[in-house]
């Protein structure tokens, strides 16, 4: 029994092994192929200017879509930041859902709302509106004030009053940088196949924000805050861009995307109780389903990423709430990979069918439950004197090393190509969080997200509250 015993352990060790390395495979792929593109990215740069005046009006005309749910603290800074956005022609629509807190009067009292007509362009379901408001001071700020529905709804609603070509999501919470538009637009002008474009998000905790727009970058004091900043920039620098560059994109984050707003509505908008069927994770379920449908009707798409198109969000600051948002996000990712699972090792959906698809279903789907055994396989083959040397080391460097190294490499990336954090210590503590993140943090990360994964399949639907301290508080941080 004892030696059928520790044959079960040696397997399951080894597994976990083939886990460890097929993911970071996966990874040292997308980091190679990110690198290149941000390397030509800035070359391009450097060879002409891609903010040129008269390719800015040429650029078609946005609408920024804002759902806002109980968002007073920080709805009037982020709508300034849209305000000052440097693009020619852009219309700002912000969904109040339904809020139970001074969202509406807030909006009201800063930007002089009014009620007036406005045509609606789509009639995809969504929860009753109750009233349209434009601003008197600012013609191109509108909100349309509607019954609750959830965040997806609310997006609904918004697509439905949106008459330009291109819309672009974001959360209310959100900050973009000024010249966002300009630079998220590219791609688009670029392929007449882009249906879908995303931008990098940056954590704003602690930042110095004034009128809306982020005037210093800092490190945030927080330590999940601060450790959340080295996570976003290996996510996006080198998650996002390598998968784009493999035209394999199956995410588009909910802070910050772009699309074009025809596709969105052929594809039946965003995912819903009175739409497509409600799930929480609405942002990538549009992209994998706005993949499908197309490749089924022959029509070619694109989903892209700008890295240097930036959007500003804050990140939770307690364990509690981030467990709830990770425990969120895993079950959004699995739901979308379901729903859509006619597409995994399918042909037809060319490399996102075989190659991101198994890789996210069943490396980042199911890989939190094979992580966690495999912990407690080593724990228990070490202190049972089962782990060889090798085996030891071949852990550690395919469980922690390879993942300090990516995180580094990210981080490497950030400064070299953009260097927005200015603080000689701020990157020095970055470098530092690339080898601590992956030493206690990736695994409570860990645990959330395979609780996240048994929350699927026991059916839990909460959303899960996200407690804000606002970006008046950053900014009173600056220095």
Same mark, same amino acid.
């Given at each position: ?21 097929? /993911? ?31 390719? +800015? ?46 969202? /509406? ?40 004030? #509607? =019954? ?5 709804? +609310? ?21 973009? =940088? ?34 809306? /727009?982020?005037?210093?970058? #800092? ?7 601060? /450790? ?85 969000? =804050? ?16 079950? %959004? ?33 199911? %890989? ?46 950030? =400064? ?52 804000? #301290? %606002? ?9």
């Amino acid at each position: 029994m004892v030696s059928i015993g520790l044959a079960l352990l040696a397997t399951i060790n080894g597994l976990v092994l083939v886990y460890f390395l097929a /993911i970071n495979l996966v990874y040292i792929l997308t980091s190679v192929r990110a690198l290149q593109v941000i390397w030509q990215y800035r070359q391009r740069l450097q060879a002409f200017n891609l903010l040129d005046p008269s390719r +800015a009006r040429a650029s078609p005309p946005i609408t920024v879509l804002a759902p806002a749910y109980n968002e007073e603290l920080t709805c009037v800074e982020s709508v300034r930041s849209l305000l000052t956005l440097d693009y020619p022609r852009h219309e700002i629509i912000v969904i109040n859902d339904g809020s139970t807190d001074g969202t /509406i009067q807030q909006l009201m009292s800063a930007f002089e709302l009014a009620p007036r007509p406005r045509l609606a362009t789509a009639e995809i379901p969504a929860a009753r509106v109750r009233q349209v408001y434009q601003s008197r001071a600012y013609p191109n700020l509108w909100v349309v004030d #509607k =019954e609750n529905g959830g965040k997806a709804d +609310a997006l609904n609603a918004g697509v439905n009053y949106c008459n330009t070509p291109l819309l672009c999501a974001v959360d209310a919470d959100t900050l973009l =940088e000024r010249d966002a538009l300009t630079r998220i637009v590219r791609p688009f002008l670029e392929d007449s196949r882009t249906v879908a474009v995303g931008g990098k998000i940056r954590v704003i905790n602690d930042c110095t924000v004034r009128s809306g /727009i982020v005037t210093q970058a #800092k490190l945030p004091k927080n330590f999940l805050a601060a /450790i959340q900043t080295v996570e976003y920039l290996r996510a996006f620098l080198v998650g996002r861009v390598g998968w784009a560059a493999l035209n394999a994109s199956l995410v588009i984050s909910g802070a910050f995307g772009l699309f074009h707003r025809g596709s969105v509505v052929d594809a039946g908008g965003y995912g819903s109780k009175r739409t497509t069927g409600e799930t929480v994770g609405e942002d990538m379920e549009l992209v994998v389903r706005m993949k499908r449908l197309f490749t089924d009707w022959g029509r070619p798409c694109k989903i892209d990423f700008v890295p240097d198109s930036v959007a500003w969000t =804050e990140v939770p600051e307690s364990y509690r709430v981030l467990g709830r948002q990770r425990d969120r996000w895993q079950r %959004g990712l699995i739901e979308s990979l379901t729903r859509h699972r006619t597409m995994l090792f399918n042909p037809r959906y060319g490399p996102t069918g075989m190659f991101a698809f198994p890789v996210f279903f069943f490396l980042e789907g199911l %890989g939190p439950v094979i992580e966690l055994t495999g912990y407690v396989g080593f724990s228990i083959a070490v202190y049972s004197g089962q782990a060889s040397g090798a085996y030891v080391i071949g852990f550690f460097f395919l469980a922690f090393a390879l993942g300090v190294g990516l995180s580094a490499v990210a981080v490497l990336i950030e =400064e070299v190509a953009f260097g927005r954090y200015g603080r000689i210590t701020d990157v020095f503590k970055m470098f530092v969080l690339a080898a601590v993140e992956n030493f206690g943090f990736r695994q409570l990360n860990t645990y959330w997200r395979a609780r996240g994964l048994l929350h699927t399949l026991t059916g839990k639907k909460a959303w899960g509250k996200m407690e804000r #301290k %606002g970006f008046r508080a950053a900014a009173d941080t600056s220095s």
